[in-house]
């Protein structure tokens, strides 16, 4: 309990002494907390490269986000175009370019929070989608802010289906310039970041007509406002969507064109132009499109969607041996919330799942860069593959940190329900990850075609893609384990998830067959199969992520200690997912009922193992307090004086509230003469 | 009216209308209902801006106003009626909440019930007069559920027949009160009553905060607002901190305890009395799990029945969303749900007002089981109301992010019902408790009643998971009945698993808090199974009240499809158990897919018989003529960030920084 200081006030919350309790949990770690943070940042040199990073945001008071909880949408909005700015000023000063790894530490530390992010994805789109002329003329203009860039795809009334958009770009020979329309209100662009309030271009794509043809969908580049006065170009409607459940920084916008003209060069034409007479060419294979999608992807898990359940754990974890509550033992005190078995299954699985993803998001960056350069040469063999990989695994990341942040923030009971928390923040925002850069469930599908025709490749007795080897795996006998300790076993838990896996998939995709030649329609047949096959590429990535986890360990050999609680936090996540979906795993027989008591028992007892590590677990994070922003969270575990603290910058406390002088003072009337 | 809207409404099996009545409770309240919604909807003095786009402040004062408005009213109208002033409220606030809702609920509440005569002669007028405004401090910052925790203290002085109030530390600030920061000038206080040197536990107090007249804190309270939150931006949620505050020894509520002039301390009869206010709470909060998800559900079906995506077949039109199966496997189960809830919500309130006739009869045989009961369904139903509700946003794919949706409004307003009014792990365990004790009773060879009674069937046969195997064609899957027994097999498993895994730690040691502990989760899965048959039994009960036969082939196909679906997500259970094959669950899977089919035609009337009127709903995307696109078009562009053409940041940072560059 925290007294009151002699002055009847509280310290300031930049002290430096450490809550006891949290101070208590630190001191009985088994490993190294700062060997860990090497581990996860890949190698020591590049944790001191981002702590010089991030001291170099949290130094500047203009990326400071004190104020963030308190602001309005505008207020908002105006912060994170200072900070973009700020931002380019630093990095001009100090020569960095955007593909510098400090510059990823830069976006990482400031938490996505600025603005001008989807200006990188106008710049990639034209680097990858524009001639050499077109990047020669477009890019210098876009890297020193000349103009500011947006993309313009999703409409109001499509989204994931691109052959569904409206928008259309008209050529007219005789003018030599493209006319672009919103021919109804459900084709307004609608959702682009930085289109409502900053940008002065777009990427627009729009379907192409030429002498009444339509050629499909292509990019242009649209100029949308006036470089002088900032005012909307002539035919052009644009502005702010409104509100939304966060994102209040960024000024989400939606588009109107009404005849809107562009000169023929503004097509962004590496693989397909329109000649001067209206001839349409088309070289090459435009399936590097792909490449923009499976990089933004890659690169939104690692720096906003994984770090949001990584902070979210740290949170909740720090503040659950703070808060006390309840007794276990009469006569002790209250004990700390976390020594609560039901409070360690909440987080505890959680915070492994957070390794789990770091180490599966470490996998696929390396697997992509080496797909990406493949794919740069011309070499398209790898990109079913990563494209399949990546779509699965962003829709299953970004559910696990969006349901996962969503437990933090309940866990914290009623406090964490405060925005001062930071984890209203967290959630609002992960859970937008969920649909953007692709809806989950079309993504999981996406994931589950690639399947099926890898097991019809199996079954032809073709070769398969390492990740879906195991596919050609028999899948005969059953599960051996007679104890809770054969469980802990890595061998035997990423069996059963592969027999899951090989299993949920082959029905599916048997059912899909089934169907077929009953008669069906193939595109009717695989909506009936939808449902199944979701289940079928989820459990393929689970198993994917727990096959990864435990390659992972295994490599830890010269960090004993680490390792050490590493495996057991790979255990907690495999049981975890065994426990959580038993039904999957008895189906078969596969594993018996008295198995599943073994792996129940078995996974409640992890919990206490892990328990006592939890604090160093979140510490190696390390996040700083300023990047985490929550006044549950801090490092030194001084709760309650934050919130107590925090709660009187609310503008609330700050201003007399007119509603007393006009509504409340005429009910009080009256009452005076009768108390 | 949208076309697709039109046509799916032209396409049900079934009258609306007649399914609205009987959630209703009856045509005439259906008329009555809408008659008072009609009031509220005619009335211009209602309608504001959309709060999405003001600050706190704004919103604050919006709802003051409102708050205000909606006394005048209610009184004008001659509203008494607590339905019909919910009906009322309702519709004036949509997903919003009113600064003043502690007022009327819990601090009026407490008054009326732990008051003596005399207090109540004292405080009633000036309360209903809203001469004072009050709300209830029970939370500190340190301290929540666990109620002997709390610590502010209340200390007797018989020199002056005064009580003297303190917050002696930082975590005993009292946190988080609706309408406390700003709003009210009574709180009831609860502090641990010392007197005569002695503690005497936790008691209420009537306790002046603000001046009469110029409403500033009075000498001695520190109060202010926490600060924003998730939602409730209208409300401000308080702080209260009190430094030696002195209050009359008549302040206290003294209908049960009592303190004498001279510090003496008279102790309550029975601490049961209180438990029928939580189960009067806990029922509302079930209804408003019902409401929250009908509404979720509502917005959800309607945008995806006018929403197009993509090609299921080549070269024609893209079609609605709600064909596809991924999108009914979402959204379906839920609207079964919605419909679950809301007969544990009618069911709740019906047993409680039934109870609370005997309780005042002096009979609290029934209040134990109901207050354990009422615990877990609170837990159940809004753990799962709460999913749902950002399962149905999800569906909504990027559009539901946006407030337009109004469905971030309704979650961000129902979520925290999870942890108020009992964080929902304690309340699953307390359920739990009961469970465990009922067990231990039929175990001595006593028998049990009420919903817990299938644990006396465990005595007699022991079910063994190979008996039960024995005879697998025991469970019909289209039969609901049958299902109920199948959720009932499950939910004795689990609570004997759980109070034998019980008895084995409480074998290995000693202390009975560390076993309770050391068997948390499998006491909770426990409770979880209990609920989830109740809400099965209860929602098959339901059936056999549907007279039209157009409506009960709906309902029960619902009703299916939540015991099937149900079954679907714990197949595990079902399996280990031997309650149902292999076979039998492969068939679980197919048939909850088949009635995701036949229920298809009917989704879009499902949600309409909730008849939420479109103000109520707050959501462009669920608007019942479906004209989504042109409206979120309008919305926007009220947006705060449009009010000029060019932003002032453009002025500020932009131009400047592209001068330099």
């Known amino acids: 309990m925290a007294q009151w200081n002699r002055s009847g006030y509280f310290r300031s919350s930049v002290s430096r002494d450490v809550n006891p309790d949290l101070k208590a949990e630190r001191r009985t770690a088994s490993f190294s907390v700062e060997r860990l943070t090497a581990v996860l940042d890949g190698g020591a040199d590049n944790t001191r490269t981002r702590r010089a990073m991030e001291a170099v945001i949290h130094r500047d008071p203009v990326f400071s986000r004190e104020k963030q909880y308190f602001q309005s949408q505008n207020e908002r909005y105006e912060a994170a175009v200072r900070k973009a700015v700020r931002l380019k000023e630093k990095m001009l000063q100090r020569g960095w370019t955007e593909n510098r790894p400090e510059t990823k530490y830069f976006y990482r530390a400031l938490g996505g929070d600025v603005a001008f992010n989807v200006h990188r994805v106008f710049k990639n789109s034209i680097l990858a989608l524009g001639t050499d002329e077109q990047i020669a003329k477009w890019i210098p203009l876009a890297e020193k802010y000349h103009i500011i860039g947006t993309y313009a795809q999703t409409e109001l009334g499509h989204g994931t289906f691109l052959r569904g958009l409206e928008t259309t770009a008209t050529f007219d020979t005789s003018t030599q310039e493209f006319t672009l329309n919103t021919p109804r209100i459900s084709a307004m662009k609608w959702w682009p970041g930085d289109l409502g309030r900053s940008a002065t271009h777009a990427v627009v794509f729009a379907q192409l007509y030429v002498k009444g043809e339509c050629y499909g969908l292509h990019p242009f580049i649209v100029q949308i406002r006036s470089l002088r006065d900032h005012l909307p170009a002539p035919g052009v409607t644009v502005g702010d969507i409104g509100p939304k459940m966060n994102f209040e920084h960024i000024d989400n916008g939606y588009l109107m064109l009404q005849s809107v003209t562009i000169p023929r060069e503004n097509m962004l034409g590496r693989f397909s132009q329109v000649l001067p007479d209206g001839t349409y060419v088309k070289r090459g294979s435009d399936k590097i499109n792909y490449l923009t999608m499976i990089v933004t992807r890659v690169e939104m898990l690692w720096v906003e969607v994984i770090p949001a359940l990584q902070k979210a754990c740290t949170i909740s974890v720090r503040y659950s041996v703070v808060r006390r509550q309840s007794k276990l033992n009469p006569g002790e005190a209250e004990a700390k919330i976390l020594d609560y078995q039901t409070q360690q299954q909440k987080l505890l699985p959680l915070l492994a799942t957070a390794y789990a993803l770091h180490f599966m998001n470490a996998y696929v960056n390396k697997f992509y860069s080496k797909g990406y350069t493949e794919i740069r040469e011309g070499n398209f063999d790898s990109l079913p593959e990563l494209h399949a990989l990546t779509s699965g695994l962003k829709a299953i990341i970004t559910d696990y940190c969006t349901a996962g942040a969503e437990v933090c923030l309940r866990a914290c009971g009623g406090h964490g329900y405060s925005a001062l928390s930071g984890l209203p923040f967290l959630y609002t925002k992960v859970a937008a990850s969920c649909t953007y850069e692709g809806d989950n469930t079309v993504l999981f599908l996406q994931t589950a075609r690639y399947l099926v025709k890898c097991l019809a490749a199996v079954h032809a007795g073709q070769p398969t893609p390492p990740s879906v080897a195991y596919l050609s795996l028999t899948n005969s006998g059953k599960c051996w384990v007679r104890t809770e300790a054969d469980l802990l076993k890595p061998d035997i838990y990423a069996e059963a998830y592969r027999r899951r896996a090989s299993r949920l998939l082959s029905t599916a995709a048997a059912k899909l067959q089934a169907l077929i030649q009953s008669g069906a329609e193939e595109y009717v047949a695989w909506n009936r199969c939808t449902v199944q096959l979701v289940q079928a590429a989820k459990a393929h990535c689970q198993y994917i992520i727990v096959k990864n986890f435990i390659d992972t360990v295994e490599k830890l050999t010269n960090e004993a200690e680490i390792q050490k609680i590493m495996k057991h936090l790979c255990d907690l996540f495999a049981l975890h997912g065994i426990f959580s979906n038993t039904g999957d795993f008895l189906h078969d027989g596969y594993i018996s009922g008295d198995q599943m008591d073994l792996v129940t028992a078995s996974y409640l007892d992890l919990l206490a193992v892990i328990r006592s590590d939890a604090v160093p677990l979140v510490d190696a994070f390390d996040f700083t307090d300023e990047n985490l922003n929550s006044a549950l969270g801090s490092y030194d575990g001084h709760v309650y004086q934050r919130l107590y603290e925090w709660a009187q910058k609310s503008p609330t406390n700050q201003q007399v509230s007119r509603a007393y002088e006009s509504y409340l003072k005429p009910l009080f009337q009256g009452a005076l003469s009768k108390l | ?661």
Not at chain 2, 53 to 60: A, E, I, K, P, V
Not at chain 2, 522 to 528: F, T
Not at chain 2, 604 to 623: E, K, P
């Open chain 2, 1 to 661: 009216m949208n076309q697709d809207l039109r046509k799916e409404r032209a396409s049900a099996s079934f009258n609306p209308e007649l399914l609205t009545h009987l959630l209703d409770g009856g045509a005439e309240r259906t008329r009555r209902r809408r008659e008072i919604e009609a009031l509220v909807l005619n009335d211009p003095e209602f309608q504001h801006e959309d709060l999405n786009f003001l600050s706190r402040s704004q919103r604050y004062e919006v709802a003051i106003r409102k708050s205000a408005l909606m006394v005048m009213r209610l009184r004008e109208y001659g509203i008494a009626d607590p339905d019909e002033i919910y009906w009322f409220k309702r519709m004036c606030l949509g997903s919003f909440v009113e600064p003043l809702g502690l007022h009327f609920s819990m601090f009026t509440n407490a008054l009326q019930n732990q008051c003596t005569v005399t207090q109540q002669d004292k405080w009633l007028p000036l309360t209903y007069g809203l001469q004072i405004i009050g709300t209830y401090a029970q939370t500190e910052m340190g301290h929540g559920t666990h109620l002997r925790g709390l610590e502010t203290t209340a200390t007797y002085d018989p020199a002056t027949q005064e009580f003297i109030l303190n917050s002696p530390t930082v975590t005993s600030i009292k946190w988080w009160p609706g309408g406390l920061g700003k709003t009210s000038n009574y709180a009831i206080v609860l502090a641990q009553l010392y007197t005569q040197g002695q503690c005497k536990g936790l008691h209420a107090f009537i306790v002046p905060i603000r001046q009469m007249g110029t409403h500033e804190p009075l000498p001695g309270i520190t109060v202010g607002d926490i600060g924003p939150k998730f939602g409730y931006d209208e409300m401000d949620n308080g702080y209260l901190k009190m430094d030696n505050f002195r209050i009359p020894r008549e302040n206290m509520l003294m209908k049960y305890a009592k303190v004498e002039p001279d510090g003496t301390y008279v102790k309550p009869l029975s601490d049961k009395l209180t438990y029928g206010t939580m189960v009067f709470i806990r029922s509302l909060i079930v209804g408003d799990s019902a409401r929250s998800l009908c509404r979720a559900c509502t917005i959800a079906i309607r945008y995806s029945s006018v929403r197009h995506q993509s090609e299921l077949t080549p070269g024609e039109p893209e079609p609605q969303i709600l064909d596809y199966q991924t999108q009914q496997y979402k959204l379906f189960p839920l609207l079964a749900t919605a419909y679950a809830f809301h007969c544990v919500g009618a069911y709740m309130k019906k047993t409680y007002h039934r109870i609370t006739g005997d309780i005042n009869q002096g009979n609290l045989s029934e209040l134990p089981e109901l207050h354990a009961l009422s615990a877990g369904l609170k837990a159940f139903t809004s753990w799962t109301a709460n999913a749902g509700i950002e399962e149905c946003r999800m569906a909504c794919g990027g559009h539901g992010y946006s407030r337009c949706s109004g469905l971030p409004d309704i979650y961000v307003t129902f979520t925290p019902s999870c942890t108020y009014e009992g964080e929902n792990t304690v309340m699953m365990l307390q359920t739990a408790r009961f469970l465990v004790k009922s067990y231990t009773q039929v175990s001595s060879g006593q028998l049990v009643s009420g919903m817990v009674s299938y644990l006396n069937d465990l005595s007699g046969q022991r079910i063994q998971p190979q008996q039960v195997a024995a005879r697998p064609t025991a469970v019909l899957i289209n039969d609901p009945a049958s299902l109920v027994e199948a959720y009932k097999l499950r939910a004795s498993r689990l609570v004997e698993a759980a109070a034998k895994n019980l008895q084995a730690e409480l074998n290995r040691r000693k202390s009975q808090e560390d076993s309770w502990n050391r068997t948390s989760v499998d006491l909770v899965r426990a409770s979880e199974a209990h609920c989830h048959y109740v809400v099965v039994k209860l929602f098959t009960a339901q059936l056999s009240e549907i007279n039209d036969a157009a409506v009960h082939a709906v309902m029960s196909n619902l009703c299916l499809l939540y015991a099937l679906y149900g079954i679907s997500k714990h197949t595990g259970d079902f399996l280990q158990a031997g309650i149902l094959t292999n076979a039998q669950v492969t068939q679980v899977y197919q048939r909850v897919k088949e009635l995701l089919a036949a229920i298809r035609p009917n989704a879009v009337a499902l949600v309409d018989a909730f008849d939420f009127h479109d103000n109520h709903l707050g959501s462009v995307l669920g608007r019942y003529d479906g004209n989504i696109y042109e409206n979120m078009f309008e919305w926007a562009k009220k947006s705060p960030l449009n009010k000029t053409e060019v932003h002032e940041s453009f002025h500020k940072h932009l131009k400047p920084m592209q001068a330099k560059l």
